[in-house]
C-alpha cells in the first residue's frame, strides 16, 4: 500500500468520514449507539484498517489508483477464466498454431510476480501503464484479430503529423519500403515552430522514404510494436505496427520528439527531422503523470476551429491526407458513393466504371458489410445495402462489362451478407456449398442451446445459416460424446440470385490484410469456387466470430473493469464437401480459417504511385488480369 495514503488513512477526519458513511447505511445516525460507535471507529486507527481489510487494494495510490501486484493478478486471473470457459479456438490455436494458451497465461503471471510494487507516484503511473501494455502483448499471443483487449477507461494516443506506411519496392522481386504516406499540416506546422535542431518540417511530404526512426531501421523498430497488436495473420499485425510508428496509444514513448531521417523522393540528400509527440485530451491521471514527466505538449490548441456560422470555437479533429487503400480510388465514370445512414464520412459502397482505351470495367467496392441501409451520399436516399449491390451488378451485366470487386478495406459485418453477394455474381443454374461451421462445448454455448426448447424450435430461425435440426445435431452429437468441438456443418446451399438472372463476366477482386471476419468469407467463397481471381496478398485469416443470444453475449470485464473485450464464441471454416453434403465429422478444426488467409493468386501491394495518383497502379494490375485470354 502506498505510504502516504496509509498515514493519511490514518488521520482522525478520514476515519471519521468513513465511519459515517457506515453508520448511515447502518440507518443508526442520530442515534447514542452511533454516537459511540463513530467515537470508537474514529478513534482506534487499527479498529479502521481491519474494517477495511477486505478492500484494502481500493486505497492504493493517492493521486491516481495503482494497479498493485494482487491487483494486477486477479484481473489476469479473471481474463484467463473467461477465455478458458468460453474462447472458440481454445484448443484450435494448439492444433493448428502449437499456441499454448494456458502456458501463455502461466508466463503472464510469473512476470507480475516478478514485478515489484513502488511507493514513487511517477513509477506508480508508468508501471499502471506498463500492465495495461502487458495484458495487451498476452491477448496478442493468442494469434486472433477478432480478440483483442483494451482499457475500459481508454489511454489517449499521442500523434507526430506524419503517417508511414510499407509499400513496393521498384519491382515486385524488389525489397519493400517504408514512406511518408500522409501528413496532418496543422501539426506539422506546429512542429515547425518548435526548434528541436531539426530539418525544416515543411519539407516532409507524401511519398518520402523513411530511412529511420529513432535512430533504428524502420523493419526493426515496427517489430518491436508487432508484439502489442492482435491479428490473425502477420501482414495485418505488420500494417498495424507500422502506423504505430507515429501514431499510437501504447508503449507509448519515453522522450518528447520522434527523430525521422527521411529521403525526399527521387533524392539522395538524407534530413534528420524531430518531430513533437502530442497527446489528446486524457481521461486518466496516471497517464497525465506520465505525460507531464516526459514533457510532451497536448494537441488540443490546434483543434481550435471559429465557427462562422455560430460565431463561436468548436474542437475539432485535425484534418490529415493519409493514404487510405481502396478509398483513394479516383477516376470513376458514374461514381456513386453510399455511407452509413446519417453518417456521410463513413462510407461503405462506392461503384462507377474504369475508362482505359475506350474500354470500360466495372468496379464496385465494398467497405464493409455491417449495414443493412445505406445512404446516397448524392440525394440523401435510404437503400437497402444488398439492392444497391444488385442493381450494379446488373447494370454491369447489361453493358457486358468485366468486374473488379474492391474489398482490401472491408472489415466485415453480417455474415449472411457474403454469400447474398456471391449468389448475384454466380452464374446461372451454378450451386455451390455454404461455408463450414462448429462449436466448441463450452458454458456459453450451452446456455444458447438450452434456451432453444422444444416449444421454441419450431419457430426458431436458423442460426447463422445453419438451420435448427442441423444445429442441435451437431451439438447434441459432442455433448453426448463428451467432444470439445462439435463436428463441423456446412450452411446452405448457394444458388444463383434470381434477380439478376446469373453473371458471367470476369472477375478479379482485391484484396489485403484489412479484408477481415465477413470479407475473409467473401475472398474465401469466391476462391473456392474459383469464380474470381484474388490479386493483392492476402486477407486477414479470421476464423471465429461472435453469436449472441437475447440475454447473454460475448463481452468481457474483469472485476474492476480495467479492462474490456469480446470472446469469440463461434467457428467458421471453408465447405467441408461437395454441394449437398452437410456434417463433417471430427473436422473442425482441420476446415477452420482462423489464421489461413485467403492468398492472392496475382501477387501485388501498393506503391508509392498508387498513393500520389489515386491506387492508379492497382487499377492497371486489375485490368491486365482481365484483358488475359
Request: proline share 4%; glycine share 6%; hydrophobic share 35%.
Amino acid at each position: 500500500m502506498n505510504k502516504k495514503w496509509n498515514y493519511f488513512s490514518r488521520t482522525s477526519h478520514v476515519r471519521k468520514f468513513f465511519a459515517s458513511l457506515i453508520v448511515l447505511s447502518a440507518g443508526l445516525a442520530g442515534s447514542s449507539h452511533a454516537q459511540n460507535e463513530c467515537k470508537e471507529f474514529c478513534e482506534d486507527p487499527s479498529l479502521f484498517e481491519r474494517s477495511t481489510a477486505i478492500i484494502a487494494s481500493h486505497f492504493d495510490g493517492l493521486d491516481f489508483w495503482v494497479y498493485t501486484l494482487e491487483t494486477r493478478k486477479e484481473i489476469i486471473q479473471n481474463l484467463r477464466s473467461r477465455v478458458r470457459a468460453d474462447y472458440a479456438l481454445y484448443e484450435i490455436k494448439k492444433i493448428n498454431m502449437g499456441i499454448d494458451i494456458n502456458a501463455e497465461f502461466e508466463k503472464a503471471l510469473k512476470l507480475e510476480e516478478s514485478i515489484a510494487d513502488s511507493d514513487d507516484p511517477s513509477k506508480q503511473a508508468v508501471g499502471n501503464l506498463e500492465f495495461l501494455d502487458r495484458v495487451r502483448r498476452l491477448v496478442a499471443t493468442f494469434k486472433d484479430t477478432h480478440f483483442s483487449i483494451s482499457p475500459a477507461q481508454s489511454v489517449s494516443p499521442l500523434a507526430v503529423g506524419v503517417f508511414i506506411a510499407e509499400v513496393q519496392g521498384e519491382t515486385l522481386e524488389s525489397e519493400t519500403k517504408f514512406v511518408i504516406s500522409g501528413t496532418v499540416p496543422r501539426i506539422l506546422g506546429y512542429a515547425s515552430l518548435a526548434d528541436m535542431g531539426s530539418s525544416s518540417i515543411t519539407g516532409i511530404s507524401k511519398g518520402d522514404e523513411v530511412v529511420s526512426v529513432d535512430g533504428k531501421d524502420p523493419k526493426v523498430a515496427l517489430q518491436e510494436l508487432m508484439p502489442f497488436i492482435s491479428g490473425s495473420s502477420e501482414g495485418f499485425v505488420r500494417r498495424r505496427a507500422t502506423r504505430a510508428l507515429t501514431i499510437r496509444s501504447f508503449s507509448l514513448p519515453k522522450r518528447k520528439f520522434l527523430e525521422l531521417k527521411i529521403k525526399e523522393v527521387g533524392g539522395t540528400e538524407v534530413k534528420t527531422y524531430r518531430l513533437p509527440w502530442l497527446h489528446r485530451q486524457m481521461t486518466r491521471a496516471d497517464q497525465a503523470r506520465v505525460i507531464k514527466d516526459r514533457g510532451i505538449s497536448s494537441s488540443l490548441p490546434l483543434r481550435f476551429s471559429w465557427d462562422e456560422v455560430s460565431e463561436s470555437w468548436s474542437i475539432k479533429d485535425l484534418p490529415n491526407d493519409e493514404y487510405q487503400e481502396a478509398y483513394a480510388l479516383k477516376g470513376l465514370i458514374d461514381e456513386k458513393s453510399y455511407t452509413v445512414v446519417d453518417e456521410p464520412e463513413s462510407l461503405l459502397i462506392r461503384s462507377g466504371f474504369l475508362l482505359r482505351a475506350g474500354k470500360a470495367t466495372a468496379v464496385l467496392q465494398l467497405f464493409s458489410f455491417s449495414e443493412s441501409q445505406v445512404q446516397n451520399i448524392s440525394n440523401d436516399k435510404e437503400l437497402s445495402f444488398l439492392e444497391v449491390v444488385r442493381e450494379f451488378i446488373q447494370d454491369a451485366k447489361s453493358n457486358g462489362t468485366n468486374l473488379i470487386l474492391d474489398l482490401r478495406s472491408n472489415g466485415g459485418g453480417i455474415s449472411t451478407y457474403p454469400p447474398q453477394v456471391l449468389s448475384m455474381l454466380m452464374p446461372r443454374d451454378a450451386l455451390y456449398p455454404g461455408r463450414s461451421f462448429a462449436y466448441r462445448i463450452t458454458p456459453y454455448i450451452r446456455q444458447l442451446f438450452d434456451s432453444r426448447t422444444d416449444e421454441t424450435l419450431p419457430y426458431a430461425e436458423t442460426i447463422d445459416g445453419l438451420d435448427d435440426i442441423t444445429f442441435n445435431e451437431i451439438i447434441r452429437d459432442a455433448i453426448g460424446n463428451r467432444k470439445a468441438l462439435t463436428d463441423a456443418a456446412n450452411e446452405n446451399d448457394l444458388k444463383s440470385d434470381s434477380a439478376v438472372g446469373g453473371f458471367d463476366q470476369k472477375i478479379v477482386a482485391l484484396i489485403a490484410p484489412e479484408c477481415i471476419s465477413a470479407c475473409d468469407n467473401m475472398a474465401m467463397y469466391l476462391q473456392e469456387n474459383s469464380r474470381a481471381i484474388l490479386i493483392g496478398t492476402h486477407s486477414n485469416g479470421t476464423g471465429a466470430g461472435f453469436s449472441s443470444g437475447s440475454k447473454i453475449g460475448p463481452e468481457w470485464t474483469d472485476t474492476y473493469q480495467v479492462f474490456k473485450s469480446s470472446v469469440p464464441n463461434y467457428l467458421f471454416g471453408r465447405p467441408g464437401g461437395k454441394v449437398g453434403e452437410r456434417i463433417f465429422p471430427n473436422r473442425a478444426a482441420e476446415l477452420n480459417m482462423e489464421n489461413r488467409p485467403a492468398q492472392a493468386s496475382v501477387k501485388y501491394k501498393t506503391s508509392v504511385e498508387d498513393m500520389k495518383y489515386g491506387d492508379s497502379k492497382w487499377m492497371d494490375k486489375a485490368i491486365e488480369v482481365l484483358e488475359k485470354p
